[in-house]
């Protein structure tokens, strides 16, 4: 079947921030493990183990790329290997130095022009948007957010993705910027989507009460920024998946 007049090509890489570090592994293994035994148990929400995301592909999308290989992918990593992550951190004001009660929220970063690096801590558990709303009762996509605190974190984010974007080896996404961990996709249960028939879903009703608070890794500094290519892979003599990453630059 030939391809639909001005299809959009399909996706083949991601920017993102890898949540798995070597300061992370040690918390976010401790805490997936003991989110997965409980979500799974049948004592418990009886939750397919294959939707409960694999501890290698944790992390943070800034967006999504339809790369050409050769020209496209040297212009996106062209681009990562420019950016100057420390100044664009430098150059945002925290709200809380123009709003005074956000000062009372806990801030996910260092205060900017200092030595130490940006941090994140990820805490509770959401029901991503199917639709116009979010429906726990009928959910398909359970994630982490970080920590947003002041603000910084957040602005930090869509100024990188802005780069590629202004670069135009990104797409512009009007819907705006969702830092998000994913911790369970029901896609990834074998026989839970297909193009023919319903999603798989889950009642995630009492699991988002019961982690709503959860801390699934705090203070963790950001080490990297990432172009990956899409579709995890097995790692080899583990039951852990990972990104297979296309380019890199440290914080």
Known sequence: MPPRPNARPSPTHFLCIPLVTPASRPQLSKSLASFKADVTSPDSFAVQPDAVRPLGTLHLTLGIMS??????????????????????LAGITPLSSTTPLAGKAQSSTSAPGTDSPLRITLRGLHCMKSGPRADPSK??????????????????????????????????????????????????VKGGWS???????????????????????????????????????????????????????DF
């Open 67 to 88: 790369l050409a290989k050769g020209e496209g992918i040297s212009k996106a990593t062209e681009v990562l290997k420019n950016l100057k992550p420390r100044e664009i």
């Open 139 to 188: 959910a398909s996509v359970l994630y982490a957010p970080p920590a947003q605190g002041e603000g910084v974190f957040q602005t930090f984010c869509e100024r990188i993705r802005a780069t590629f974007e202004e670069a135009g080896v990104m797409e512009k996404d009007e819907r705006g910027l969702l830092l998000h961990a994913t911790i369970v996709n029901t896609i990834y």
């Open 195 to 249: 193009k023919k028939g319903p999603k798989l879903t889950i009642d995630a009703r009492d699991i988002l009460d019961r982690y709503d608070d959860y801390v699934w890794m705090e203070d963790v500094p950001l080490e990297k920024i990432t172009i990956c290519r899409m579709g995890a892979r097995k790692i080899e003599g583990t039951d852990d998946e990972a990104y297979e990453v296309e380019a890199e630059i």
